[in-house]
């Protein structure tokens, strides 16, 4: 992997973290088309680098996460269960499902299809909330929030669309909902990406931290504007065009794969 390579991936990411469309599924399509072959050290520069985009989070939102221990200590409870479900199945992930094209295209496809049928059978007035901050929200929320996210450890899966689904079906603002998918982010990149460093950084060389530190800036930056847009776009639009944006890759995905193209 070059450094024009490296570049381009870290622009993938840093588009992608956020928006409900999975950046581990465009890493690989992004990979393949670069025509970079899959290795234990590119499972693991796509994970280290979602960090740049988690930094974007962390400034843009410090002093609102540090205003009080209450809005901290339900981050952390969220995270719980996707802590322990992808402690549980890291040798999975990183051996079976990272680089599955066909896993996910068809995480891609599915979930393009729920989007769309949730926003479609599920018109709720932002009027009506059960929740007017993070602070407020109970145990039960939090914890089906963070199980829903845990979803995300299967490439395709969009962390930050369980997440949103989740939260809007019960009922919790869409601005609220979408910040809190960022936020939560946090301690689960964080801690995804120490344990990989643990697990395998210890191999890496110079030249592939070298790698992984372009990566790192590059979705650090591109993530600060995505954010920024997302939450304009959401404030008048729905997710559904992300659906169908789903649905389109994957069968595009599917068919390529079928005919040998990828």
Known sequence: MNFIHTIIIGIVEGITEFLPISSTAHM??????????????????????????ILAVVVLYFKKVFSSWKYFFNLIIAFIPTGIIGFISYKLIKSFLLGNIWIEAGALLIGGIVIILFERLNKIDESINTNESIESM???????????????????????????????????????????????????????????????GFSFTQND???????????????????????????????????????????????????NIL
Do not use: C
Not at 182 to 188: D, E, G, I, R
Not at 236 to 249: D, M
């Open 28 to 53: 690989d399509i992004a990979r393949l088309i670069l025509g970079i072959p899959s290795s234990s050290f590119i499972k693991s520069f796509e994970i280290i680098i979602q960090l740049g985009a």
């Open 138 to 200: 109970s145990v039960k929320q939090l914890l089906v929030l963070g199980v829903a996210q845990a979803l995300a450890v299967v490439p395709g899966v969009s962390r930050s669309g369980a997440v949103i689904i989740a939260g809007r079906a019960m009922k919790i603002n869409r601005t609220l909902i979408t910040e809190f998918s960022f936020l939560l982010a946090v301690p689960t990149m964080l801690a995804a990406a120490a344990y990989d460093i643990y697990k395998s």
């Open 209 to 259: 931290w070298g790698t992984i530190i372009v990566g790192f800036v590059v979705s650090f930056m591109v993530a600060w504007i995505v954010i920024k847009w997302l939450l304009t776009y959401i404030r008048k639009h729905t997710f559904e065009i992300f659906g169908w944006y789903r649905i389109a890759l994957g069968l595009i995905l599917i068919l390529a794969l079928f005919f």
